[in-house]
């Protein structure tokens, strides 16, 4: 973060670049999945060194996430309905287009610089946000491939994937999002912005050109009905009895905000055992996120000054229970898991821990509580109110900016 902060002022004018090394763009975001570093921590650093208009495009990208977050707590069944498609699709699918769907995420369609992507993703686990804008319209419009799938590919690879912003940005390109609009990868968009050495094997790129590319709409079949925000609790914690911390790859910095006073008598976090009961998770990102939650213990340990307990798990709920019961907690703490593969998992471990006399204890971030319920339509009126509120915070006019 503070390496970046010499470059935000031109990060309006050249964020969408897209070419070796991503200089114009932070590469923030698997911190920010994790929070090993907080949104709060990078909006305040911004502000303080920069003036609000100057930094405003780099803040809309932090409250995106955000944004989209407080969209699929208010509409779970959305992530729901989407991972159903995608077993369904693998099931029922027929095998040429698997192959197809197969084929062109190993970066074999043809098209040299979406096969450039393909490969840049799986070997690295990143991809600039343009680029997966190019490779997902390519996916949905050009390819014509359910979404469901192309988002599942994204999700098993990106280190930064979030289940929130995969999901529904993909909904966006396929046109679900919003009503009547979609996106299309066209060869002049990519002969603007994409590293000129990087188009010099033309091959496929015909496909792209701009009178070629047409909508492939998909059709909506989810319920979008808003749904109430679960019941959490919020600062100071209630006293629990014996309490351990349970963390977790959604928010890795228990000691900044609610918790970091709370006197734990142990903490815990678990890793997916091996690859066969995690399938959905590219062997890059089981490594990235081991180093993540063993970062995470890390710093817990130093603060809370209580054993810290990081083990592999075949069942999340199972572990949890066990590592309670040999603590003889009565309660365990942690923020709330997000709507996505981690919050799947909160009736099964409930349940388990309930037969045990343990009670689970869900919190939600300032951040969130504040953010979340302004999630109910587009992005623009969310960020009309955002935005309201962070110019009372930006820089002084009379202070320089950070050049």
Known sequence: MEAFLPFLAHYAAKRNAVGPGHRAVSRLSPALRHRLLLEEEVVATVLNRFRFPTVEKFLQEIHWRTYWKGWLELRPQVWRHYRERVKWLHANLDKPELRRAEAVGNGQSGTAIMDRFARELTATGYLHNHARMWWAG????????PWELGADFFLRHLLDADPASNTLSWRWVAGLQTPGKTYLPRRSNLEKYCAPEWLQDESGLHRLADEIVLPFRASETTS?????????????????????????????????????AVPFAAIAAFRPAVPSQSPDMSSLRRTHLASVLQDGCNRAARHFSCAVTLEDSASLAASLTAWAVAEKLESIVAYSPFVGPLGDQLDSIRTALAERGIQLCLLRRPWDAQWFPLAKSGFFPYWAKVAARLRMHSAPQSQPELL
């Not at 390519?138 to 491939?145: I, N």
């Not at 919020?234 to 905000?257: I, N, Q, T, Y």
């Open 224 to 260: 979008l009905e808003i749904q109430p925000l679960p019941e959490l609790l919020s600062a100071p914690v209630p006293r629990l009895g014996r309490v351990g911390l349970w963390l977790h790859e959604d928010d890795c910095a228990p000691e900044m905000g609610p918790l970091q």
């Open 138 to 145: 390519f996916w949905v419009h050009v390819e014509k491939l």
